[in-house]
C-alpha cells in the first residue's frame, strides 16, 4: 500500500544508492593511475514494484552489484601482444652484444685479420729466406688466434650473463605463478555471483600481464573463479591454489612438480622460441651461442676454424722448414675412444627408421631406410644407418667392417688340382691331396688362406698386419653355404679386401666363386655391424621402449654396465669398451686416407746432408692405431737403412706418438698421401680442432726454422729459397667449396662473411618485429583504456550526477516529513 512510509523507503533507498554510486565513482578517481586497473560501476534496477488500487507502484531503486569494465578478449589479446614483445625485446637488446663480439667494421675483425695472415704467407714467399718474414708470419698467425680466441672467450660470457638473467627472470616468474595462486584461493573464497572482487581480479589479470612478458601462456577461468595458467606446450603453472615451479641450470630449463611425498622431479623442456616471453627470447639467443651445435653462430665459428687448422696443416705438412728436424717430434695425445658396435637385426633388416625417433647425444640422427637382409645380415641397413649418424654430425664416427663373399664353392677339386691366388698382396696356394667334395674345398682354403695370413703376420718385418680373416660362409653370416668370406677382424675396419690372381679360365680356379678385385666396405660390402667411436660418452634415445634399440641390435639392457632393459634409452662409456690408442681418438681422424696411402720420411746427416739417395716411404694401409703407425716407421726405417742403432726411431708415449733421431741425424716429411702427419699435428702450423683451442705449435714457436715455405726436392735437398710450399697456402685463400661442418661448402671468406651475415640479419629482423610489434602493443592498450580505464571527466560528470539525484533523494524525505507534520496536525 502506498503512504507516506513508501515514500520514505524509496528516500532511503535511493540515497543508499547514489551514496554508493558516489564511492564507486571515487574509488575509481583515486585508482584513474593504478596499473591494470578497470574502471567499475554500480549497476542499479528498479525495486519490485507494490500492487495498489490504481495499478503496480514502482518501490524505488535497488543496488544489484558494482562491476569492471572489462573486455575478455581484448585482454587475452594484450596477453599474447605482451608474450611477444618480451620476446623480441629480450633479442633486441642481446643481439648487439652478439654483434659487437663479431664486430667487422675495421681491419681488427676476423676477416681483416685473416687477409693478414695470407698477405705474410705471400711475403714469406718472396723471401722464404729472412727471419723477419718468418716472425711475421707468426705473428699475424697468433693474432688470428688471439681474434678467434677472444670470440669464444666473449662468447662464453654473454652466455654466463644471460644464464644470470635467465635465472632471476624465471625466480620472478616462479614469484608471479605463486602470487596468482595465493589470488586464486581469496578469489575463490570470498566471491559471490553478485558480489566480485573485481580490485583481486585486476591485481590476478596484472600478474597474469607480467608473466606473460616472461613466457608464452594460456589461461582460462573455472567455475570457482580461479585462473588455471599453463605454458604452450601444456604443462601447468597454476591451478587453483596450487603452483609448479620452474627450474634453469647447465642452458636447460625444467618444469618441476611434487608428489604426495614432496619427492621433487625435473622434466626438461624445449627451450627457444616456443617459450615465448623474455625467456624465450633469451633462450632463443642462447641457443645460437651454445655450444655442440655445428649450426649456430658458435658451431659456426668452430666449423671456421676447423676447416681453416684442416686446409692449413694438409698443406703445411707436405713442407719443410730451412733445416730438418733435429730433436724429437710429438703428435697430438690420441684420446680414449669408446668403441659400441651395433649388429644390426637381420629380421627387422626391411624396417625403416623414422625420422624424429632416434637421437645420438641429442642430435636427430633423420630416416634410416631399411633394406633386405643378405645371407643373414642387414648389409644394407648397417650401410644406412652409418651414412646417418655420420650425416647428423651428433660426435660419433659411424664405420662399417669391410666383408667380400664369393659365390658358393660350385664343386669340390679333384685330385692334385691346385688353386693360386693372392689376398691383399699375399700369395695362396692349395692343392687336393683327393677328390673333395665342395664343403671340404671350402674349408680348405679358407684354412689355406688363414695360414697363409698367419705366417705374414708372424715376420716383424710386415707391418701393420694383415687383420683379416677367411671363413666359410654357412648362409646366416654373409655369404652362402660353402662360399669363401673374407672379412677384417678390426672392428670399423673400412680397408679394402684385394683378391687377384682368379683366372676365369682356370677350371679350378673358377670353382671356388671368388671374383677378382678390390672390395671396401659399403652396402653390399660389410659385416652387418656398425661400430660407433666417440670420445666422449654416447648418449642414445630411441623412444620409451627397446623396440628401436632391438632393430640396431642395442636392446635388452647388457649393453654397457648401466643399461636398463626396456626403457629405450643407452649411455655407453669407454670405460664399457674403449679402442686403445685408435686413430680415431684423433681430433680429425674422419680425414686419414690410410687405405694404400703413405708418407715419406728424409733422413739426413747431422750436417743437413741427405743420408739416403731415396726417401723412407711409409706405407700406413691397414693402419689401426698409434702403435700400428709406429711398427709401420720403424720398420720402414730398418728395411731402408739397416742401421743399428736406428737413426730415427718411432714410439708410442702418453697416448702420442714420438719421432726421436739419434744425435747424428736429423728428419723431415714429404708426400703424404694419408693425411695423418696433419691429423696427428706432427710437422703443422696450427694445433686444436676449433676456435677455442686453436694455437701455433710450440714447435715452430720455439724455432722459426722449422716453419715449411719450402718441400723436399726430389733429391732430398732443402733449398732456403724454396717457396713452393707458402706459395700453396697462399692458394687455400681463394680454394672455392671448402668442406665446413654442417654440410656447406664455400671459401673460407664466403663462409665467414656468411655468419656474420646471419647475425646482422637476425638482429636487424628482431628490431623491426620489435618496433611493428610495440606498436600493435600500444593500440591495444589504448583500446584497453578506452574500453576499462578509468575517464576523469567521466567520473566528474558522473559525481555531478550522483549529487543532484542525492539531493532530489534527500528532498523527498524533506518532503515526505512535511507531509507527515500535516497529517498530525489534522489530528
Known amino acids: 500500500m502506498s503512504g507516506i512510509s513508501t515514500i520514505l523507503n524509496i528516500a532511503k533507498e535511493a540515497l543508499s544508492a547514489q551514496q554508493t554510486a558516489i564511492s564507486v565513482a571515487s574509488h575509481n578517481i583515486a585508482n584513474a593511475d593504478t596499473e591494470g586497473y578497470s574502471q567499475q560501476s554500480l549497476n542499479l534496477t528498479t525495486a519490485s514494484s507494490s500492487p495498489v488500487g490504481v495499478g503496480n507502484l514502482g518501490n524505488g531503486v535497488k543496488a544489484v552489484s558494482i562491476m569492471r569494465q572489462y573486455d575478455r578478449f581484448l585482454t587475452r589479446q594484450i596477453v599474447e601482444q605482451n608474450s611477444t614483445l618480451g620476446y623480441l625485446e629480450a633479442q633486441s637488446e642481446t643481439y648487439p652484444v652478439v654483434e659487437a663480439i663479431f664486430d667487422e667494421t675495421d681491419d681488427l675483425g676476423v676477416s681483416g685479420i685473416l687477409n693478414s695472415f695470407w698477405d705474410s704467407w705471400q711475403e714469406l714467399s718472396d723471401n722464404p729466406e729472412l727471419e723477419s718474414a718468418r716472425q711475421q708470419v707468426l705473428e699475424k698467425g697468433q693474432l688470428l688466434v688471439d681474434k678467434l680466441h677472444h670470440i669464444v672467450s666473449s662468447i662464453g660470457q654473454l652466455r654466463s650473463d644471460l644464464n644470470v638473467s635467465m635465472d632471476s627472470a624465471i625466480n620472478e616468474a616462479n614469484t608471479i605463478t605463486r602470487q596468482i595462486a595465493d589470488l586464486n584461493l581469496q578469489i575463490s573464497s570470498t566471491e559471490t555471483p553478485t558480489a566480485q572482487q573485481n580490485d583481486l581480479r585486476d591485481q590476478r589479470d596484472t600478474l597474469v600481464n607480467e608473466l606473460s612478458g616472461y613466457l608464452d601462456i594460456s589461461y582460462f577461468e573455472s567455475s570457482n ?20 615451479d620452474l627450474g634453469w641450470s647447465e642452458d636447460s630449463l625444467s618444469w618441476i612438480s611434487e608428489d604426495a611425498s614432496g619427492r621433487r622431479s625435473e622434466t626438461a623442456l624445449k627451450g627457444g622460441a616456443s617459450l615465448g616471453g623474455k625467456i624465450g627470447g633469451w633462450s632463443e639467443v642462447l641457443g645460437q651461442i651454445a655450444e655442440g651445435d655445428p649450426d649456430n653462430y658458435l658451431g659456426q665459428m668452430n666449423a671456421f676454424a676447423n676447416t681453416l687448422i684442416r686446409e692449413v696443416n694438409q698443406q703445411y705438412s707436405q713442407g719443410v722448414g730451412l733445416t730438418p728436424f733435429d730433436e724429437e ?114 674349408a680348405n682354403v679358407v684354412s689355406a688362406i688363414n695360414g697363409a695370413l698367419a705366417s705374414y703376420n708372424s715376420d716383424p718385418a710386415n707391418t701393420p698386419q694383415m687383420t683379416l680373416e677367411a671363413v666359410v660362409g654357412d648362409g646366416a653370416n654373409g655369404g652362402a653355404a660353402n662360399s669363401i668370406i673374407l672379412c677384417n677382424t678390426n672392428e670399423g675396419d673400412e680397408s679394402a679386401i684385394v683378391i687377384s690372381g682368379i683366372d676365369p679360365a682356370d677350371a679350378a680356379e673358377n670353382k671356388l666363386g671368388l671374383n677378382n678385385g678390390s672390395f671396401q666396405a659399403d652396402a653390399v660390402h660389410n659385416t652387418g655391424t656398425v661400430a660407433l667411436f666417440s670420445t666422449e660418452d654416447i648418449e642414445i634415445e630411441a623412444g620409451t621402449n627397446d623396440s628401436l634399440l632391438n632393430q640396431l641390435g642395442l636392446g635388452g639392457g647388457n649393453v654397457s654396465a648401466d643399461d ?252 515526505a516529513d512535511e507531509m507527515m507534520q500535516t497529517l498530525l496536525d489534522t489530528i
Open 225 to 244: 573463479s580461479a585462473y588455471t595458467v599453463m605454458l604452450s606446450d601444456g604443462h601447468s603453472l597454476v591451478t587453483n591454489d596450487k603452483q609448479w
Open 329 to 442: 717430434l710429438q703428435s697430438v695425445e690420441v684420446a680414449d675412444t669408446a668403441l659400441l658396435t651395433a649388429t644390426i637385426n637381420a629380421e627387422t633388416a626391411a624396417s625403416t627408421v623414422a625420422t624424429g625417433t632416434l637421437e645420438i647425444n641429442g642430435t636427430d640422427i633423420g630416416r634410416i631406410p631399411g633394406g633386405a637382409a643378405s645371407f643373414g645380415l642387414a648389409t644394407t641397413k648397417s650401410a644406412n644407418t652409418a651414412t646417418a649418424i655420420n650425416a647428423a654430425e651428433c660426435g660419433v664416427t659411424a664405420k662399417l667392417t669391410t666383408q667380400v663373399s664369393g659365390d658358393a664353392v660350385s664343386s669340390g677339386l679333384g685330385a692334385g688340382e691346385t688353386v693360386n691366388f693372392s689376398v691383399c698382396g699375399i700369395d695362396i696356394s692349395y692343392t687336393a691331396a683327393a677328390v673333395e667334395t665342395a664343403e671340404q674345398t671350402a
Open 564 to 815: 636398463i632393459a626396456g626403457d629405450g634409452r643407452l649411455t655407453f662409456r669407454t670405460s664399457d669398451n674403449a679402442a686403445k690408442g685408435s686413430l680415431q681418438g684423433l681430433g680429425y681422424a674422419d680425414q686419414l686416407q690410410t687405405d694404400n696411402g703413405s708418407f715419406d720420411i728424409w733422413l739426413y746427416d747431422a750436417d743437413g746432408n741427405p743420408a739416403l739417395t731415396t726417401s723412407v716411404t711409409v706405407d700406413l694401409t691397414r693402419a689401426y692405431t698409434l702403435q700400428d703407425v709406429a711398427d709401420a716407421i720403424n720398420t720402414a726405417l730398418s728395411n731402408e737403412t739397416g742401421a743399428s742403432p736406428a737413426w730415427l726411431v718411432a714410439s708410442v708415449r702418453d697416448n702420442q706418438l714420438v719421432l726421436t733421431p739419434n744425435k747424428t741425424h736429423q728428419f723431415a716429411f714429404a708426400e703424404d698421401t694419408t693425411n695423418f702427419l696433419a691429423t696427428a699435428e706432427l710437422n703443422t702450423f696450427f694445433s686444436g680442432s676449433s676456435a677455442a683451442d686453436i694455437a701455433i705449435q710450440q714447435t715452430v714457436l720455439d724455432n722459426t726454422d722449422y716453419l715449411a715455405a719450402g718441400t723436399v726436392s726430389e733429391n732430398g735437398k732443402i733449398y732456403t729459397g724454396d717457396n713452393s710450399n707458402s706459395l700453396q697456402i697462399i692458394n687455400i685463400r681463394d680454394k672455392e667449396r671448402l668442406a665446413f661442418q654442417g654440410g656447406k661448402e664455400a671459401t673460407l671468406d664466403d663462409f665467414y662473411a656468411a655468419l656474420i651475415s646471419d647475425i646482422g640479419t637476425d638482429s636487424q629482423v628482431a628490431d623491426n618485429n620489435l618496433e611493428f610489434n610495440t606498436l600493435l602493443a600500444n593500440q591495444l592498450m589504448n583500446m584497453r583504456d578506452s574500453a576499462s580505464g578509468v575517464s576523469l571527466d567521466e567520473e566528474m560528470a558522473n559525481l555531478i550526477k550522483y549529487q543532484q539525484a542525492y539531493t532530489a533523494a534527500a528532498k523527498l524525505i524533506t518532503i
